[in-house]
Every structure is written in structure tokens, then in C-alpha cells.
């Protein structure tokens, strides 16, 4: 049975960092493509950040770009998204997601095979 599981979320004020964490298990994480997409309240769930299965290639929302990184540990069946400089707008459940294409780097979450139950983000002062 697949479980990804994120921590990381919490409470940070306007200008400030969190590094995200997804652990998997499972499945034979080194061969997926990860994935971070987030949710807000009354708001369709969007993608944030890709990366391929062997770490040489990425993909950020324009939302993202230039303030988060995703990142990923094989040894460790851990993918992870810091972001920095965060806004009010980031504020949404940030969920992690397996693709077992691993060499796609896919923007449509109906395209990922696994999911997290998510873990909180709130960017205010």
C-alpha cells in the first residue's frame, strides 16, 4: 500500500520560510516523478513544482519561480519543497504526489497516480 505523508506546514508570517517534506513508502520511489500541488479554500487544486525521477530536471509555476525549490533524497524516499519569501496568496494545504511516469515532469494533477493528505500552510501576519 502507497502512503505519502507531508509535514513541514504551519503558521509563518509574510517574508518568511518553510521547507516542506514528503515521505514515501510503498512504492519504488527513485523510478517517480514527484510533484507538489496545492489547494485553497474554494479554489481548484494547482500545481507548484516537479521533478523528474533521477533529480537532473525540474519544473516550477510561475507562482514559484525564483521562491521555492523541490528537491529530492532517493536514499531517503523524501521529496521536499523550501519556499522562501512567502506570501499571503501561498496560504493553501500543499499536497505531494507520485507519478509513476518518472521521466514527465506533468503540470495536471489528474495525471498522478498517489497522494498525500496534505499538510497546511498559512502565511500571515
Known amino acids: 500500500q502507497v502512503h505519502l505523508v507531508e509535514s513541514g506546514g504551519g503558521l509563518v508570517q509574510p517574508g518568511g520560510s518553510l521547507r516542506l517534506s514528503c515521505q514515501a513508502s510503498?512504492?519504488?520511489?527513485?523510478?517517480?516523478?514527484m510533484g507538489w500541488f496545492r489547494q485553497a479554500p474554494g479554489k481548484e487544486r494547482e500545481f507548484v513544482a516537479a521533478i523528474n525521477w533521477s533529480d537532473d530536471n525540474t519544473n516550477y509555476a510561475d507562482s514559484a519561480k525564483g521562491r521555492f525549490t523541490i528537491s529530492r533524497d532517493n536514499t531517503k524516499n523524501t521529496v521536499y519543497l523550501q519556499m522562501n519569501s512567502l506570501k499571503p496568496e501561498d496560504t493553501a494545504t500543499y499536497y505531494c504526489a507520485a507519478d509513476r511516469l518518472g521521466s514527465i515532469l506533468r503540470t495536471d494533477p489528474s495525471r498522478y497516480d498517489y497522494w498525500g493528505q496534505g499538510t497546511q500552510v498559512t502565511v500571515s501576519s
Open positions: 510503498g512504492l519504488t520511489f527513485r523510478v517517480h516523478a
